[in-house]
């Protein structure tokens, strides 16, 4: 399933005239086709709904709702900023934008925890924890991300590295030491970021656990990921919005902290007096 438009082509034969109506849409008007209803879709191209959802299953999809997924996925990695912006504008069109946004946000957080793999995460958390070094890394959209997590771990442990790079060359000098007993944390989400990938695959080979947080298993950085949280993620604009992926990393540097437990609790006792003693914080008048 990982490129939609390939499929098509080569089922475009054995389609019958109303598929065809409907093959022909998507390939020309993919970028719009990816959010419509199968209803709407229906509508556009003048078939029934049922001829839709019939349609999607042919090419090996269990319902509309995988394929639309596919097809977003397919849209977010194939257009550019400028082409982003044109599709978020014909799809918001005159509503209310921060009730939108808002509430497709929501929406993608109930979906994330709908589908995310809970063995994974639970395996991935007790990986975390048992590692010798955690490496984080993400890169452009997602550099954030990785600053949040890497912020809060290092409050549990000193053995954590965030992977900050301006070139792919860099990727493996800071990889360089990575082995067996170390674990990666690679973020990625279309458009996906080479030098992920190629850190990734490094990581993989040289034994360290992977974890990929990303938005598909047909991510690049999935296939050696010896854990995949995937997260919810969809066009906000010209960048993604990425809070269900937020989300994830909240509840695993909770679960982190909390299997730590009493040698988390020492750490910051520390900090506190160290926060006091040197007035990090500004505290309320009384």
């Known amino acids: ?27 020309e008007h993919y970028d719009i086709a990816a959010y419509m209803t199968a209803a709407k879709l229906g509508e556009t191209v003048e078939v029934s709904e049922s001829t839709v959802v019939r349609f999607v299953m042919e090419l090996g999809f269990e319902g509309y709702p995988e394929f639309k997924r596919a097809l977003a996925g397919l849209v977010r990695s194939k257009l550019t900023a400028v082409q982003r912006i044109k599709v978020t504008n014909s799809l918001i069109g005159d509503s209310d934008v921060l009730e939108k946004v808002l509430y497709s946000d929501i929406e993608k957080i109930k979906r994330t925890l709908e589908g995310i793999d809970k063995k994974a995460f639970e395996d991935a958390v007790k990986s975390i924890v048992d590692a010798k070094n955690v490496y984080i890394m993400g890169m452009r959209g997602t550099s954030y991300l990785a600053a949040l997590l890497n912020y809060s771990f290092r409050m549990i442990s000193d053995n954590v590295r965030l992977i900050q790079t301006t070139s792919g060359s860099e990727t493996f000098e800071h990889l ?55 997260a919810e993620s969809d066009m906000a604009s010209y960048a993604d919005s990425l809070v269900a992926p937020m989300s994830v990393i909240n509840a695993i540097i909770v679960a982190v902290a909390r299997e730590c437990g009493d040698r988390f609790t020492e750490r910051l006792h520390k900090l506190e007096m160290v926060w006091d003693e040197y007035k990090v914080f500004d505290k309320p008048q009384e």
């Open 176 to 230: 360089m030491s990575i082995g067996k007993n170390d674990v990666l944390i690679a973020i990625s989400f279309p458009r996906y970021s080479r030098s992920i990938t190629k850190g990734v695959e490094y990581a993989k080979s040289c034994g360290a656990d992977v974890i990929a947080l990303t938005d598909s298993m047909n991510s690049p950085i999935a296939l050696n990921a010896d854990q995949v949280l995937v």
């Open 1 to 27: 399933m990982n490129d939609v438009l390939k499929l098509i082509e080569e089922s475009y034969q054995g389609f019958s005239k109303g598929q065809k109506r409907i093959a022909d849409y998507i390939k």
